[in-house]
């Protein structure tokens, strides 16, 4: 009795292949450090240090891992965008929206955050050493671990909706 070989299945020709290919990464999206400041922007591991980005809107963008040290970032709008261990050293963020924004372990060391609204904004173990935030609203913003020496929080408006002390320093009185 002849011994039956088992049957492969037919190897897809080269232009299926690529078509499955295409279809299977269709929607995935990459990022690009080169595309335009817009609304869910992904900058995931950007460099964007001394950009002027004045008033950009950046809703629910990808900037994990970003660094805009020394960017003026004046009166952004960056609700729900995700910051996560973002680089903000220096940067000009006066009057900017980040309400909402994941900035867990970011820097914001020396950051102009004056008038900044920050509700309901996660800055778990952020830095904020020597960051002006006079003015800033904090309402329901997560601050556990944050690091605020020498943070200037004069009349900002604290987590529980208190308003700081002129010369609250590294803590609201």
Known sequence: MPVRQARRPALLPRAGTLLVLALLSAGVAQAACTDPAASGVNWRR??????????????????????????????????????????????????????????????????????????????????????????ADLTGARLEGADLRNADLSQAVWTDGRTCAEGSMGQCH
């Open 46 to 135: 950007c460099y964007m240090d001394g950009r002027d980005l004045k008033g950009v809107a950046l809703d629910g963008a990808m900037l994990r891992e970003t660094t805009f040290q020394r960017s003026d970032l004046t009166g952004a709008k960056l609700p729900r965008a995700d910051a996560y261990r973002a680089k903000f050293i220096s940067a000009r963020m006066a009057g900017a929206v980040l309400d909402g924004t994941r900035l867990i372990e970011a820097d914001l060391t020396r950051a102009d955050l004056a008038g900044a609204s920050l509700k309901e904004a996660d800055l778990r173990n952020a830095k904020l050493v020597g960051a002006s935030m006079k003015g």
